[in-house]
C-alpha cells in the first residue's frame, strides 16, 4: 500500500471501529475520575475519627495530637472564642416554693397489746396466757391483747416495722415475756435478728418507732443465776436493750423481772407489773407520752453511753479520790448564768436587818409573787429541773432518787436513819432564804429577804402541789435504762419529805400547817434550817427530823462563809443553839456542819465542840462541801481547792470527838457514808444501846428511825421525844471504816459498769 491510500485507510478503520475506541475512552476518563475521587475521600476518612466506645475515647487525646496537614478538603472550622468564665450561673429573684406541710402525728386513742412470749419448758406461755387474762378489757382504749410465740412468727412480720394496725387510730403496744437460757435456743436466733435489724445500713435506725411503747418482762431463775453479772434474766436484758434501740427508746414501763424459784412470786410479781403497763396504755391512748427521763436528774440513755452525770444531792460529783465537785465547774458558765445572778442585778430589797418584823417606819410595798411565773428566776429556777408550785414553792427530783431506782445505791440518810432514796421527795415552801452561803450553788437564782414580804400561798395548794410535781417527775422516769420495776411501784407513794431543797422552809408562815399535812399522811419530815429565825423555830411543831446548818464555828467565819443579810446574825445563831437545847428532848435535833477547807475546817473543832456543848443536839453530821463553780462562788474566793478530801473530813471528825470528849460530852462516830463524803457522830449515852429487853447484850449504834413509832406517837396525842422512835441498830455495812454502801445495790462507775467498792479506814 502506497502512502497516497493511508488517509482512506484510516478513514476506513475510524469508520468501523469509532464506537470501540470513543467507548473505550470515555471508559478511561470515568476511571481516571473515580480514582482521583476515591483519594481525596481517603483524606478526608483520616480526620474524622469514627464514633469510639468509651473505653476508646481514652486514647482520643492521641489522636487528636497528630498533626495533620490540612488541606482545602481538610480544612476544620475555626474554633470558637472561649467563653468569659462567668462563675456558676445565678439566679436572682425569690423562688416561691410551696410550703410543705408538716407530717402530722396520728392521733392514737386505742392501744393493741401484743403479748410475745418464748418457751422451752411451757412456763412462760403460762405467765403469757395469765397476764393476757390481765390485761383483757372490754374498753375500747385497751384492745383484747393477742399472744404470739415467738418461735411461730416470721420475725419480719413484726420487727423489722409494726404490723399493719386494724385503724388509724390505733398504735400498737409490745410487750415481751423473756425467759433465759444459757444454752443456743431459737431465743438466740431472736436476739441476732434484732441486733442485725438495727445495724442493717438499708434499715432505718429505729424502724419501730411507730409503736405505742413497749415492755420486757424477763423470767429467770436466781437459785442458779444469783445476779445480773451471773446471768440472771440476761436474754430479757438483752432484749430490752435492743428493743430499746429499735424503737427510739419507746420503753413505756421499766424491764420487770420474775424469779421462778420462789413459789409464786413470778405471779405477784408479773401481776404488779401488769397493772404498769396498764396504766401507761390507758396514758398512752389519753395522748399522755411516754416517760423520756427527768431535766436535771439525767437522760433517759442506754447504759454503754450513759451520760450519768453524777451529780450529788446539790450537783455534786463524786472524783475517783473521793473529794466532790460539781460538774458545773468543768462548764464555763453561760452568759445567761452569769446574767441571771439576781441577785446583783435586782435592785436593793427592802431589808430588816436588826429585827424579825419590819420596821414600823418603812411602808412595805404591796405584797407580790416571790417567783413570778415566767420571770427569770422561774425560768433559770425550771431549767434546773424545779418544779415550782405556786408563788413560793419548789420540788425536785434528786439524783439519789433516780439511781436507788436503779438499785444503785440511796443516799447517806438511807446509811443513817433508813431513808430509801427513791420513797423520799425533796422540796421546799420557801424559795427565798435570808443568807447567801458561798457554797450554795442555787444562790445565784435564788430570791432573798429578811422578811416574808411575798403573797402566801395556802398550805393545802403547796402541798397538793408539791406531790403533783413529785409523782409526775418519778413517772417521767420510768423509761430511763434500769429503773426496777417493783422501786418504781414503790416510788409512787411518798413516805419522806426532806424540806431543805433551797430557801429556807421555815420562813413560810404555815410551816406547822405544811408539816401536820405531811405527817397526817404518814410522810415524815426532815426540816433544815439555817439557824437565822429563832422564833419560828421556837414556834415549830413536831418534825420527825429537825436539822440547823451550821457552817461556822465563831462570828467572822460564819460572817464569811454564809454571809447573812441579818445584822444581827450571830446573836440569832446563838439564840437557836439556845432553843435546840431546849427541844432535845421533844425533837430528834442534828447539826449540820458543812466543812470548807480554807474557810471553817482549821482550828475550829474546839469552837464548833463548845457550839455542841450549849446546844446538845442528838446528832452532829459533818459533810464535805460539794464546789459549786458558779460566778458567786468564784467571787467569794472558792474552788476546787476549797473541796476537802474524805480523809481530811475523817481527820476533822475524829478531832472534833476528841474535843468533846474533853469537855465531858460522850459522843462516838456512828456511821458514815463515803459516796457523800458524810460521817454521824451521836450521843453516846442516847443511841449506843443494848437492844430492849437485853440487859447483857452488846452496845450497838440505833441511828435508825422507827416511822412507824413516830407515827403513833403523833396520833397518841401524848408528849414524847426522840427516845420512843429509835430504829433497829445501824447497818454493819454503815459502820466507821465500812463505807456505808448497801452491799445488795449495786455500785456502778459513771459508764454504769460495776465498780470495785475501796472502803477507806
Ligand atoms: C437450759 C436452761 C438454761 C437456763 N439458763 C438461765 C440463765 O442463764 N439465766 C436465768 O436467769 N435463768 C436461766 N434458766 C431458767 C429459765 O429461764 C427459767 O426456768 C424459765 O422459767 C424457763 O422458762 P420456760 O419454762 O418457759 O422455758 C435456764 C433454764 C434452763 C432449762
Ligand atoms: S434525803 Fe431525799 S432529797 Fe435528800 S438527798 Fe436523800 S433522797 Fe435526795
Request: charge should be neutral; include cysteine.
Amino acid at each position: 500500500m502506497d502512502l497516497l491510500q493511508l488517509p482512506s485507510e484510516l478513514l476506513y478503520l475510524w469508520h468501523t471501529h469509532r464506537t470501540e475506541v470513543l467507548l473505550s475512552v470515555g471508559i478511561l476518563f470515568a476511571v481516571v475520575r473515580l480514582a482521583l475521587h476515591w483519594r481525596t475521600r481517603r483524606s478526608k476518612q483520616t480526620l474524622t475519627p469514627p464514633a469510639l466506645s468509651p473505653i476508646e475515647e481514652k486514647s482520643l487525646p492521641a489522636l487528636i495530637q497528630q498533626p495533620v496537614e490540612p488541606d482545602e478538603y481538610t480544612k476544620l472550622p475555626a474554633p470558637r472564642p472561649p467563653r468569659p468564665d462567668t462563675g456558676p450561673k445565678r439566679v436572682t429573684g425569690t423562688k416561691r416554693t410551696k410550703a410543705i406541710p408538716a407530717a402530722k402525728e396520728p392521733v392514737v386513742d386505742s392501744i393493741q397489746p401484743i403479748i410475745f412470749y418464748f418457751t422451752l419448758g411451757g412456763t412462760t406461755r403460762a405467765y403469757a396466757e395469765y397476764q393476757a387474762s390481765l390485761l383483757a378489757s372490754p374498753s375500747r382504749q385497751i384492745l383484747n391483747p393477742e399472744i404470739l410465740d415467738l418461735a411461730q412468727i416470721d420475725y419480719d412480720d413484726y420487727f423489722i416495722s409494726p404490723p399493719k394496725s386494724p385503724s388509724a387510730n390505733t398504735a400498737f403496744f409490745y410487750i415481751l415475756l423473756i425467759p433465759s437460757y444459757d444454752i443456743d435456743t431459737e431465743l438466740s436466733n431472736f436476739l441476732a435478728h434484732l441486733r442485725e435489724t438495727h445495724h442493717d445500713f438499708r434499715i432505718d435506725t429505729a424502724p419501730l418507732a411507730g409503736l405505742a411503747g413497749y415492755s420486757v418482762f424477763g423470767v429467770g431463775d436466781k437459785r442458779e443465776w444469783k445476779t445480773e453479772g451471773e446471768g440472771y434474766c440476761k436474754d430479757a436484758i438483752e432484749v430490752d436493750k435492743w428493743m430499746a434501740r429499735l424503737t427510739g427508746r419507746k420503753r413505756g414501763y421499766p424491764l420487770g423481772q420474775g424469779d421462778t424459784s420462789g413459789n409464786g412470786v413470778v405471779e405477784t410479781t408479773l401481776r404488779e407489773w401488769t397493772e404498769g403497763i396498764k396504766s401507761v396504755i390507758f396514758g398512752l391512748a389519753k395522748g399522755e407520752g411516754l416517760g423520756e427521763g427527768v431535766k436535771g436528774s439525767g437522760e433517759a440513755v442506754e447504759s454503754e453511753d450513759d451520760d450519768d452525770d453524777g451529780e450529788g444531792e446539790s450537783g455534786a460529783l463524786e472524783l475517783e479520790d473521793g473529794r466532790a465537785a460539781n460538774l458545773r465547774s468543768q462548764r464555763k458558765p453561760s452568759k445567761r448564768s452569769q446574767t441571771d445572778d439576781l441577785e446583783d442585778l435586782r435592785a436593793p430589797i427592802p431589808v430588816d436587818f436588826t429585827t424579825t418584823r419590819p420596821s414600823s417606819k418603812t411602808i412595805p410595798p404591796p405584797p407580790k409573787a416571790m417567783v413570778p411565773v415566767n420571770s427569770p428566776t422561774y425560768n433559770s429556777l425550771t431549767k434546773q429541773g424545779y418544779t415550782i408550785v405556786g408563788s413560793h414553792s419548789g420540788v425536785k427530783i434528786c439524783r439519789w432518787t433516780k439511781s436507788a431506782l436503779r438499785g444503785r445505791g440511796s443516799c447517806y440518810k438511807y446509811s443513817f436513819y433508813g431513808i430509801a432514796s427513791h420513797l423520799c421527795m425533796e422540796a421546799t415552801p420557801s424559795l427565798s432564804c435570808s443568807n447567801k452561803c458561798v457554797f450554795c450553788w442555787r444562790h445565784g437564782t435564788n430570791p432573798v429577804g429578811t422578811i416574808w414580804r411575798w403573797t402566801v400561798d395556802p398550805p393545802d395548794l403547796v402541798f397538793a402541789g408539791m406531790k403533783e410535781g413529785h409523782y409526775k417527775k418519778i413517772k417521767m422516769l420510768r423509761g430511763v435504762p434500769g429503773v426496777r420495776a417493783e422501786r418504781f411501784a414503790e416510788a409512787m407513794r411518798i413516805r419522806h419529805c426532806a424540806l431543805s431543797l433551797v430557801g429556807e422552809p421555815i420562813f413560810y408562815p404555815h410551816i406547822n400547817e405544811l408539816l401536820a399535812m405531811l405527817h397526817g399522811e404518814r410522810i415524815s419530815s426532815f426540816l433544815v434550817c439555817n439557824a437565822q429565825h429563832p422564833d419560828q423555830l421556837a414556834a415549830l411543831g413536831p418534825v420527825t427530823q429537825l436539822y440547823v446548818s451550821i457552817d461556822a464555828s465563831n462570828k467572822d467565819s460564819l460572817r464569811r462563809i454564809d454571809r447573812p443579810l441579818h445584822r444581827d446574825f450571830w446573836e440569832r445563831f446563838l439564840r437557836c443553839m439556845d432553843i435546840l437545847r431546849e427541844k432535845r428532848f421533844t425533837h430528834r435535833t442534828v447539826f449540820r456542819l458543812t466543812l470548807v477547807k480554807g474557810f471553817n475546817i482549821e482550828e475550829e473543832a474546839e469552837g464548833y465542840a463548845d457550839l455542841v456543848a450549849r446546844a446538845l443536839p442528838t446528832f452532829v453530821e459533818v459533810k464535805g462541801v460539794t464546789y459549786c463553780g458558779t460566778s458567786t462562788a468564784t467571787g467569794a474566793g472558792l474552788s476546787m481547792g476549797n473541796v476537802p478530801f474524805y480523809e481530811e473530813v475523817q481527820a476533822f471528825v475524829l478531832s472534833l470527838e476528841a474535843a468533846l470528849l474533853r469537855r465531858g460530852l460522850e459522843y462516838g462516830i456512828a456511821a458514815e457514808h463515803a459516796h457523800s463524803c458524810c460521817v454521824l457522830l451521836a450521843d453516846r449515852g442516847r443511841f449506843f444501846k443494848r437492844a430492849e429487853g437485853d440487859e447483857g447484850g452488846e452496845r450497838k449504834w440505833h441511828t435508825l428511825i422507827d416511822y412507824a413509832a413516830f407515827f403513833r406517837c403523833l396520833e397518841g396525842g401524848e408528849a414524847f421525844g426522840p427516845e420512843d422512835y429509835v430504829g433497829e441498830p445501824t447497818p454493819e455495812w454503815a459502820a466507821w471504816g465500812r463505807g456505808g454502801f448497801d452491799p445488795r445495790d449495786e455500785r456502778v462507775d459513771r459508764k454504769g459498769k460495776p465498780k470495785v467498792v475501796e472502803v477507806v479506814g
